[in-house]
Nanobody
Framework: HVQLVESGGGSVEPGGSLRLSCASS????????MAWFRQAPGKEREGIAA????????WHDASVAGRFTISRDNAKNTLYLQMNRLEPDDTAIYYC??????????????????WGRGTQVTVS
């Protein structure tokens, strides 16, 4: 079955950068869309970026557009999220998610099937 493992989280000062990675295994044929979600304390999980298998199409939520960039390397089975100009409001647990063919840009938790356990990002 599909396994997703995030890494790269940590603590950073406002204005700093981090790059998150998500390694996938166990079901390459089941993965077409991949996405990043985040959940801040006391808030619902929200989708912030998505990418299709060929990496020709990406979606970024308005809250991160221009600061965050999603990308993937299919040869390495790895998804990335480059986060620049981080703000305290970006503090959250960041989750990697995946699904088969479908509406990659529909950034809802119901639209994604496979989930990682998350990595903490703290901006302060």
């Amino acid at each position: 079955h599909v396994q997703l493992v995030e890494s790269g989280g940590g603590s950073v000062e406002p204005g700093g950068s981090l790059r998150l990675s998500c390694a996938s295994s166990g079901g390459d044929s089941e993965i077409y869309c991949m996405a990043w979600f985040r959940q801040a304390p006391g808030k619902e999980r929200e989708g912030i970026a998505a990418i299709n298998r060929g990496a020709g199409m990406t979606w970024h939520d308005a809250s991160v557009a221009g600061r965050f960039t999603i990308s993937r390397d299919n040869a390495k089975n790895t998804l990335y999220l480059q986060m620049n100009r981080l703000e305290p409001d970006d503090t959250a647990i960041y989750y990697c998610a995946a699904r088969g063919r479908g509406q990659c840009g529909t950034l809802t938790t119901r639209n994604y099937i496979h989930w990682g356990r998350g990595t903490q990002v703290t901006v302060s």
